[in-house]
């Protein structure tokens, strides 16, 4: 028995442009949601950092954590802050400042919790990974 595949490819090749544009469509859609999800990775982060305590004088209600930098993270302004201190309850703040260096970041952060002296907390925020952060 012979099989007759020349209709099957005279049929295709008149619906060649219409297969073009589907498939195209179909690269691009999953394209576009692999960019989303990647673009919007945002995970709540818990680091071990250092608080130090700003002058008295001249208070603006604001403290400095140093966490370790991680690559491929982005910190944005504005964010909410979890910070635990050791053998204390748990406080909220907001970030006001990120300075990121090679191997630590600086975290000026807004909020009621002024410790005396330089102390060790955990810091809960959310940062971006992956592209997001690449890109910024």
């Known amino acids: 028995m012979t099989i007759n ?3 099957f ?30 673009w919007s990775v945002r995970m709540n982060l818990t680091y071990r950092a250092e608080i130090r305590p700003q002058a008295r004088e001249g208070w603006d209600g604001s403290i400095m954590a140093i966490i370790p930098a991680t690559a491929f993270q982005s910190i944005q302004k504005g964010d ?10 748990k ?3 907001v970030i006001r400042s990120v300075v990121t260096g090679p191997e630590e970041v600086k975290l000026k ?28």
């Open 5 to 7: 595949t020349t209709r």
């Open 9 to 38: 490819f005279n049929h295709l090749m008149r619906r060649r442009l219409l297969i073009w544009i589907v498939t195209l469509i179909l690269i691009a859609g999953f394209t576009v949601a692999t960019g989303a999800i990647l």
């Open 80 to 89: 909410k802050v979890i910070i635990v201190p050791e053998g204390e309850k």
């Open 91 to 93: 406080e909220e703040g």
């Open 109 to 136: 952060i807004t909020g009621n919790y002024q410790p005396k002296e330089k102390t060790e907390a955990l810091i809960t925020l959310r940062a971006e990974r992956l592209i997001a952060a690449f890109l910024r």
